[in-house]
């Protein structure tokens, strides 16, 4: 009696069940009413699969939710996301900080009108120098897309880069 949505892919619902889940990959992330129609579901899925369960629904994709009912809030975490993410791609802490997303011209104050800097003509990197960036703007635009927010603006501009990267790019 499950149906995958016709609208919106990865969403399934039962006929008559007050119940609903996305199947991502091998992640299930359920809604339901009442206990007996979720455990419905399982009983389903282990006619076919090994799974496990987690009934506080603390993780799904790789997030960690922390549900407050009384606020209706949920709070999202991806804890070991970022410092995993500078292990893998070997980026050591900088000695000075940067405590803003990226570069920008500095206003010229007093000037009537401002104006961008033109910007100089640099030779493209290697493939391999291209196919890292790449990874590295997947690997955040999946922690910024989930989690945080604020790093999308500097991560579009070096999408909008990633094409034919340079060294600034880098």
């Given amino acids: 009696g499950y149906n995958q949505s016709l609208h919106t892919p990865g969403l399934w619902t039962h006929q008559w069940r007050p119940i ?13 009413v009442g206990k007996e129609h979720a455990e419905h579901l399982v009983r389903v899925i282990e006619e076919h699969y090994q799974y496990t369960t987690d ?3 603390k993780r799904y994709l790789g997030l960690t939710f922390d549900w407050d009912y009384e606020e209706r809030k949920a709070h999202l975490s991806m804890l070991e996301y970022i410092p995993n993410a500078l292990k893998r791609f070997r980026h050591d802490r900088p000695k000075k900080p940067q405590n803003q997303p990226h570069a920008h011209t500095p206003p010229n104050y007093g000037a009537k009108t401002q104006y961008v800097e033109q910007e100089k003509e640099e030779p493209e990197v290697s493939s391999d120098t291209k196919k890292f960036i790449q990874q590295v703007l997947g690997t955040f635009l999946y922690y910024a897309r989930a989690v945080d927010s604020t790093m999308l603006v500097a991560l579009s501009a070096i999408a909008s880069e990633q094409a034919r990267p340079t060294a600034k790019t880098l």
């Fill in 20 to 32: 609903c889940f996305t199947l991502v990959v091998d992640d299930f992330g359920v809604k339901y």
């Fill in 55 to 57: 009934w506080d629904g």
